[in-house]
């Protein structure tokens, strides 16, 4: 089967199957509908991100 991925800075995560957690001590991983969408070091701003996009509506 053929996929089209599409380059973008826009956020299509439906918000309810959105979650973000904490990997081996050094990692923020967000998931989507249980798979890892996205990882990030841990940092105050990487935190907060975290929040923002778990929280979006």
């Known amino acids: 089967m053929l ?3 599409i380059q973008t800075d826009a956020d299509f995560t439906p918000a309810g199957k959105r979650r973000a957690k904490i990997a081996y001590g050094n990692r923020i991983r967000w998931y989507v ?3 890892i969408y996205r990882t990030l070091p841990i940092t105050a701003e ?3 991100l975290s929040k923002r ?3 979006r509506r």
């Open 46 to 48: 990487n935190i907060e």
């Open 3 to 5: 996929k089209i991925r």
């Open 33 to 35: 509908g249980g798979c």
């Open 53 to 55: 996009w778990v929280d």
